[in-house]
């Protein structure tokens, strides 16, 4: 006779959140690993800096993350990254937008190959990050609000 076991809701939600987070340290490994291949071919001017950069960086990130996960922080990405309050963004978007400059001049500094292309990703990832905590943190404004 066969009998069937009901999953609880939260069983199936520790589950996807469990996969979501061996999603993003599989991401951050094969940043790493990108990174170093890149860094060890060395074809072009910025290259291998460009590489070690993100190498570095994707190590990182997954030690902070590990670390997050394992003093029970707040499991999902956003709270990784974005900020929750009007204190907490007016230090984050000066220093996104001073990130951001710093990627324009990187790009201008190279004029093609890695470092250029690195440039304008990091002028673009902190424009993204600074528009995205504008609207996580007027969100939730207009969610006390309402």
Do not use: N
């Amino acid at each position: 006779m066969d009998e069937t076991v009901s999953v609880s809701e939260e069983t199936k939600r520790g589950f996807w959140s469990w996969l979501g987070l061996c999603a993003q340290f599989l991401a951050l490994a094969a940043l790493a690993i990108l990174g170093a291949a890149a860094a060890s071919a060395d074809r072009r001017p910025g290259d291998y800096l460009c590489g070690m950069l993100l190498t570095v960086a994707a190590i990182a990130l997954a030690f902070i993350r590990l670390k997050q996960v394992f003093d029970g922080g707040p499991t999902g990405l956003g709270a990784f990254v974005l900020v929750d309050d009007m204190r907490s963004l007016a230090v984050a978007v000066p220093l996104f937008v001073v990130i951001g400059l710093a990627g324009l001049f990187i790009a201008h500094a190279w004029e093609s190959g890695s470092m250029h292309a690195a440039g304008i990703g990091l002028f673009a990832a902190s424009g993204l990050i600074v528009f995205l905590d504008l609207k996580r943190v007027f969100d939730r404004i207009d969610a006390g609000a309402g």
